[in-house]
């Protein structure tokens, strides 16, 4: 996690917690009186009954806004929290950074009371349905290869867990990977890729052939063209999920 000490700097810029996404997250934590969250990065979606973030990274631990939860520096591998410490735990587009996955689950399983809520993505959905890295960026998709969880496996972890789609508003304002689908200009901006890990990590290098066709594309009107289904749309599945599980 040490890699978000470079590329956490610029999170509070364009990482805003989308509304849409947090009701659905505070949906899912359901009423848990006292939440835990690990790998909280700088504090989006954290509920008002949050009563503990935990979060390696100290760039990200700085950023997060006054009157937040109380935070520790420590890995969710090793979560310096009693057993049953509080009714639900949650951990939100971060299992993809653990160094061990399954000894993070366990730790999830052994603090919460009753409910874990995790947010990631289907990488087989992502891949087939996102269209910067079928068409662009390939190199970024096989990237996130190396490092995305399975859904199915994630479930099995958790000791069985549903799964819900989470659709991304065509005005997502939490600048993750596919945030912007129907707004492809945001991904010619620097400032946009430093706050997508699998885009900052790739390298601007390695994307640069990728992002001189989408701007080209984009000059010429053909991405237009080709994705007019999309600008017809207010939201799409691009494979995001809720893994809801109880304790």
Known sequence: MAI???LGATYSRTRQPDPRIAARIHTALGDAA???????GTGSYEPARTVLAVEPSQVMLA??????APAVAAVAERLPLRDNAADAVMALLTVHHWSDLAAGIAELR????RRIVVLTWDQRIFRERFWLVREYLPQAAAFDDTRAIPTDRL???LGGARQEPVHIPHDCTDGFGAAYWRRPHAYLDPRVRAGISMLAQTGDDTLAPGLTMLADDLTTGRWHDRHTDLLALDTLDVGYRLLVADA
Request: charged residues 25%; proline residues 9%.
């Open 4 to 6: 978000y000490d470079t």
């Open 34 to 40: 006292d939440v835990i969250n690990v790998g909280a």
């Open 63 to 68: 950023q997060r806004p006054p009157r937040s």
């Open 110 to 113: 052994r603090v919460a009371r």
């Open 155 to 157: 479930a099995s972890l």
